[in-house]
């Protein structure tokens, strides 16, 4: 969707550059797409993802290391 917009130059300028895009309109789309996934995954914490006290306990393996995994990732631009 093509659309004007006012946005703050600096703060568009810091979000292009915390994440290396070039582009203002990749900028701003990485941007809305974060703020999205961070509101889904709000409501889903708010809601224990639909499980059962009980259920949430026992969801997650006590083993997992999510440092070893976060050594692993590579992030997505």
Do not use: C, Q, W, Y
Request: charged share 30%.
């Amino acid at each position: 969707m093509k659309i004007t917009m006012n946005i703050d130059d600096m703060l568009l300028e810091n979000v292009m550059k915390a994440t290396g895009i070039r582009s203002k309109t990749g900028a701003v789309d990485v941007a809305l797409r974060e703020f999205d996934r961070r509101h889904t995954l709000r409501k889903l914490l708010e809601t224990n993802l639909g499980l059962s006290e009980e259920e949430v306990v026992h969801a997650f393996d006590p083993d997992h290391n999510l440092a070893n995994l976060r050594v692993a990732e590579t992030p997505a631009l």
